[in-house]
């Protein structure tokens, strides 16, 4: 894939739920390698955004295209198996198994191409899934706590398992739902020089933020959405001083 190619394209996507237009005309395009932000009051549809892209919502209207391919119309674990991960907002951590049998999880899911639940009753600890889900936690700096049960985590060791369990996938295309949110400064600022380090290796990330210091830190170009439309698009400086930016935020 060439450094310019579009990885994903939002093409004129319309969805209302009853009367209200939760999504109107949403035009976006995400380049390879690039960290996209989407950000914009609460309720603007930034998770029904993402829904879209995941296959968990249709659209009523226009397509979603993955690496030139149209996926609108599939199901999620299809998607999934295109290499389109999403981690958080929904935590999907299985409680009571151990941090590395969570992240064993989708490993065994990616390779045998298996939906996640069927992956999960065959757990025996085979090797090479082990040794890979142990490199991805102690990259997420969870090494040293393989055995623990996830319930007992932290708020914040919960979502770096859950980036564990997106990066053993090898995602195409990671889609982050608020990666920050509930989190202290201390521990969002640990999230940024992890999602730092990754966006180091080229992976092309969709971040879907409300925190502007997190965006600003890691966001190569910035979609913003209120109230279902896009009112500004372009790198953080252009966004920052969009006087559009500031009404949504200060009147939302
Ligand atoms: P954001 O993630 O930006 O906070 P959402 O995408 O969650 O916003 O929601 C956008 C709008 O759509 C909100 O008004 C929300 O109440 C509404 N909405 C989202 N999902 C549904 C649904 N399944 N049914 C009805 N309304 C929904
Ligand atoms: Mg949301």
Redesign the pocket.
């Known amino acids: 894939m060439s450094k310019d190619a579009t990885v994903l394209h939002v093409d004129d996507v319309h969805k209302s ?1 009853g009367g ?1 237009a ?1 999504l109107s005309e949403i035009n976006l395009e995400v380049k390879a390698g690039t960290t996209h932000a989407i950000i ?1 009051p ?7 955004l993402l829904n879209v892209c995941i296959g968990r919502i249709a659209p009523d209207t226009g397509a979603v295209v993955f690496d030139g391919s149209v996926i609108t119309g599939k199901q999620p674990y299809e998607i999934n198996q295109l290499g389109v991960v999403r981690v958080f907002q929904t935590p999907e951590i299985f409680p009571d198994l151990t941090i590395l049998q969570n992240v064993m999880v989708p490993a065994f899911a990616k390779r045998d191409g298996a939906f996640r639940l069927n992956a999960m009753q065959r757990l025996s600890g085979q090797r090479e899934i082990r040794e890979e889900a142990e490199h991805w936690l102690a990259d997420v700096g969870l090494g040293g706590k393989n055995d623990l049960v996830a319930a007992s985590l932290s708020r914040g060791d919960k979502r770096r398992l859950e980036l564990a369990m997106g990066l053993v996938q090898h995602p195409r295309l990671f889609l982050l739902d608020e990666p920050t949110a509930g989190m202290s400064r201390h521990d969002t600022n640990a999230t940024i020089d992890l999602l730092m380090k990754i966006k180091e290796r080229g992976m092309t990330k969709v971040i879907i933020e409300h925190d502007m210091h997190v965006v600003f830190s890691l966001a190569d170009r910035i979609t913003v ?1 209120a109230q279902g439309q896009i009112i500004a698009d372009g790198t953080p400086e252009e966004v920052r001083g969009n006087p559009k930016v500031q009404e949504a935020y200060l009147g939302g």
């Open positions: 739920f209200l939760a914009g609460n309720g603007a549809g930034k998770s029904t959405l």
